[in-house]
């Protein structure tokens, strides 16, 4: 198990361009629901911020001649994304991994961060494996093996498979956010 993580970030590490992009935004389409999960439960943070930024990325890759101010969506994720000291509930972990997922991609977008994909891919593992060893009694060894971490790696990797053969971003750019979303769970696997 151990090698095939190492050979997913090697494989999401050789994304180059709009491919390192679609593949980071498929991967925050299941991150984002623990966001608003957070928001919802603590009435903060601004889930229609990076809802509406996470869109604009989508455009992009449709719209390659599309403009967005990365440097004003990056400052609305940095305003919405939520510090740990403000919050007792596991929650805010997860909507952290998010937030900085989302800049990530952002940064990626901008040239600012070429691994930005490799940064969404672990923290998209992170997550899970965080959640798991909070939730269950659950150690290093165990998270391994755990169905919700073997379903993280396995969506990972066949969001690689496909993005690795596709040609044109806007058809690529569907079919990567429905590959996504088709479980219906977050990575954490919250009910979609």
Known sequence: MAKQKLNTFGRVRALEGWKAVAFGAALLERMLPNYTLFCDLTESGDASALRNCLNLVWETLKSPKSKSNIAVQLEKVEVATPDTSEFDNYGVYPAIDAAIGLAGLLNL????????????????????????????????????????????????????????????????????????????????????
């Open 109 to 192: 977008m901008a040239g600012d961060d070429p691994q930005g994909a490799v940064v969404i891919s672990k923290l998209s593992q992170g997550s899970v494996e965080a959640y798991l060893l909070a939730t269950e009694e659950a150690d290093d060894e165990s998270v391994k093996v755990h169905p919700l971490m073997e379903f993280e790696v396995e969506v990972q990797n066949e969001l690689l498979d496909y993005v690795e053969q596709a040609k044109y971003p806007a058809k690529a750019a569907d079919e990567m956010k429905a590959l996504a979303l088709e479980a219906g769970i977050s990575n954490i696997g919250l009910e979609l």
